[in-house]
């Protein structure tokens, strides 16, 4: 069966970076379209970036020129490059896909962006 699982959130000071990871896996990763998600406490879970299998990329307008997303097909795995964080950047991060079997999410990791 499909399956997302991400790492590399961590707690970080306004202005540091992180690098988030969603291994893939029971899809072929290289043909679909790929995206990060992200939910704040007491907000709506809000894209933050998608890449295409052949790697065009879109993103919020609150990431851009923060935030970049990738993608290495050899190893099934979808990152997200966040710098400049801010604290307005905290929130569990999924993985999303939508494959033939329907919406797929990973289980998520915490950013935390504070002082």
């Known amino acids: 069966q499909v399956q997302l699982v991400e790492s590399g959130g961590d707690l970080v000071q306004p202005g540091g970076s992180l690098r988030l990871s969603c291994a893939a896996s029971g899809f072929t990763f290289s043909r679909y379209v790929m995206s990060w998600y992200r939910q704040a406490p007491g907000k709506e879970r809000e894209l933050v970036a998608t890449?295409?299998?052949?790697?065009?990329?879109n993103y919020a307008d609150s990431v851009k020129g923060r935030f970049s997303i990738s993608r290495d097909n050899a190893k099934n795995t979808l990152y997200l490059q966040m710098t400049s964080l801010k604290p307005e950047d905290t929130a569990v991060y999924y993985c999303?896909?939508?494959?033939?079997?329907?919406?797929?999410w990973g289980q998520g990791t915490q950013v935390t962006v504070s002082s």
């Open positions: 999303y896909a939508r494959t033939l079997v329907g919406d797929s």
């Open positions: 890449i295409t299998p052949g790697g065009r990329t």
